[in-house]
Each structure stands twice: as C-alpha cells, then as structure tokens.
C-alpha cells in the first residue's frame, strides 16, 4: 500500500485512496503510531461516491471515526486534486454532510457543513461554554489568556459533553480582530495544533457576540494564518497544506 502524509496547519493525517470499503481501524492505529508507524492525527481512506468526486473514511489516530475534520477536508483535497481523483473545483462525501472545496497550488479553501448549535451559553468550572456542532461537537470557552488551557479539565469536559473542547482569546491584528484557538481533541485525547472544526466553532461564538468581522484571521497552536468567512451563512475554511511524504509499505 502507498500512503501520503500531509500536514494541514500542523494537523497531520495519513491518507491514500482505494477501491476496497472496509474497516480500517486497525490500519489508523498502526499507521498513526508516532513510534513505530508513520505517525499522524488520523487516518483518511479514499473511495468512489456516485453522488461525489469521492467520499472519505475518517479514523482517528486511537482509530475512532469522527465524521467530519475540517484540517482534513483540505489536506485531502489537496491530495484528491494531485493524484487526478477530483478536478480543482470538487465535492465529496463525509459523514457530516457534502463538502466543497477548491484547490489553488498549496491553498484550499472548504465550505463547511451547516453548524447547528447543542447548548446555548452555560457555566461549568469556572468558565461560560457554549456547545455547537460544526461537523463534529465543540465546546467553547473565550478567556483572556490562553495560559488558562488545561489538560485535566479538558479531558473532564470532554467527557462529560462528548465533545472537543476549545479556548479562544481574541487579540488585536494588524487589520482588526483576530483569534488564538487551542483544542483538545475527541480520538487523540489531548491538545492539537490544529482543529480546523475547532476553530470555525470559536469563529462562529466570537462572531455571534460580535467580537470578530465575518472574516477574520485564525492562529491555532501551531500559529499558523487560517482565514474563516462567514457569506450568507455559509462558512468557508481556508489555509495552506503540506504534502509531507509518500511511502510503500
């Protein structure tokens, strides 16, 4: 099998494409290993779709499926695009719904699936959270420093809610507001350098309570530049992918 690494604001995930739908959750374990595998965030299988230019199976690096992951829709749009499975301008099939996306060089742009919100604002440990699907459940807390991220807590909510769980601070750009997300995510089980889900979900709370235009920069841990725009309800996710590397096993 020949698989392809790609980093997507420093999220990264193994992809490769084929013709056999099956269960691959032994394959995301093994293959997102960071000691004895490739090593990645999770694992995207493509496949053929009638309704699509493909559809996906996503798994977590634990080998847990997730139904949507907004890093990954670019990264394999990107990797659809350079092995000729989907022309620039493609969609395709995830557990969440359609995605749209368009590839220009390394920049991808993704229209995300329609948020629909869980739980309104609630307090719990100390801090205001907010609940909203974005493809997958986020919870979301805005605070003043980002220091106030913390593992045992994160783990704490995240299983109570089921959900991801983000801290926002929004901070003064060159151009306006901007944000700073850091997440804890569902399959990997700790803090990420990026979730592209995650911060459309801490775009979306801080745009409602007007804190940010409906375009606005975007910097997860990894601190690289994301763009999310919100047009006629529609959200669109964009930022450059890395093809890493492509390997045989």
Known sequence: MTYTKYSASGNDFVIFHTFIEKDYTRDAIKLCNRTEGIGADG???LLPCEEANFKWQFYNSDGSDAAMCGNATRAVSHYAFNNGLAPSKM???TKAGLIKSEVNENIVETQMTKPIVIKEEFEQE???WYLIDTGVPHLVTIVDDLEKYNHDLCAKMRYKHNANVNFAKIENGENGKILKVRTYERGVEGETLACGTGMVACFLRANELG??????FVYPKSNEELTISKINEEIYFKGTVKQVFTVTI
């Not at 804190?211 to 606005?216: A, D, I, L, Y």
Request: charged share 20%; proline share 0%; hydrophobic share 55%.
């Open 126 to 128: 100390g801090l205001t």
């Open 43 to 45: 694992l995207v299988a």
């Open 91 to 93: 969609k395709f099939l």
């Open 211 to 216: 804190f940010v235009e409906n375009k606005t």
